[in-house]
């Protein structure tokens, strides 16, 4: 299983970028997908995770109301929709996967098997 994501960049605070993963297969009907991300100096954290079946997601306080998760299940395909960026958001994002995660383990790096390579997102004041 291979993860591949796109659509990091440089913006200005205020601003948007959408990134998207797109994963080779879908192992589980029931598999998760999702972002994490670290920041120069700070450890992994998680952003949003959405559940590929039922749509379901989560998200991290920090991004609540800015970032919306979406998936295409025709295309294996989920989006991270980023609006109202800040500097504090400039971070390596990296998309994750895993086909067995009960939601309590969503928000543990841990827990994920698959992991896309980072894509850099750079917010300047």
């Known amino acids: 299983v291979q993860l591949q994501a796109s659509g990091g960049g440089s913006v200005q605070a205020g601003g948007s970028l959408r990134l998207s993963c797109a994963i080779s297969?879908?192992?589980?009907?029931?598999?998760?997908m999702g972002w994490f991300r670290q920041g120069p100096g700070q450890e992994r954290e998680f952003v949003a995770a959405?559940?590929?079946?039922?749509?379901?997601?989560d998200f991290a306080d920090s991004v609540k109301g800015r970032f919306a998760i979406s998936r295409d299940t025709a295309k294996n395909t989920v989006y991270l929709q980023m609006n109202t960026l800040r500097p504090e958001d400039t971070a390596v994002y990296y998309c994750v996967a895993d086909g067995t995660l009960i939601r309590s383990s969503w928000r543990n790096a841990m827990a994920y098997d698959y992991w896309g390579q980072g894509t850099q997102v750079t917010v300047s004041s």
């Open positions: 297969e879908r192992t589980q009907w029931r598999m998760v």
């Open positions: 959405i559940s590929l079946s039922g749509g379901t997601t």
